[in-house]
């Protein structure tokens, strides 16, 4: 993955958006102590966390374009393997 890539990254999961949010605080804060991030800022839908050294990430949620399940965006500069390993943990909503 190129570096633009992996600063966003995106999946549409047939979890609620709040159940997602709700995911990604247990997530971050239960990472090992060097990638462990805790909530910043959250509101309807979207929660940002801040890690080691002020990095941040940043979940958004909202109803996919076609009305099946739950679109959700991960953003960090520096931790974009952690939002890949929360991505996998979502159930994902095939592709058809």
């Not at 995106?10 to 979890?15: A, D, P, Q, V, Y």
């Not at 679109?71 to 931790?79: A, E, H, I, N, Q």
Request: one cysteine or more.
């Amino acid at each position: 993955m190129t570096a633009p890539a992996r600063t966003v990254q995106e999946c549409t999961t047939n979890l609620s958006g709040d159940e997602v949010l709700k995911r990604a605080k247990t997530f971050f804060a239960t990472r090992p102590s060097i990638y462990s991030a805790f909530i910043d800022k959250e509101g309807p839908g979207f929660a940002s966390f801040r890690g080691q050294g002020g990095e941040e990430i940043v979940v958004a949620v909202s109803a996919a374009a076609d009305g099946k399940g739950t679109r959700v965006t991960g953003s960090s500069y520096l931790f974009d393997m952690q939002v890949s390993r929360f991505f996998a943990t979502l159930t994902r909503v095939p592709v058809e």
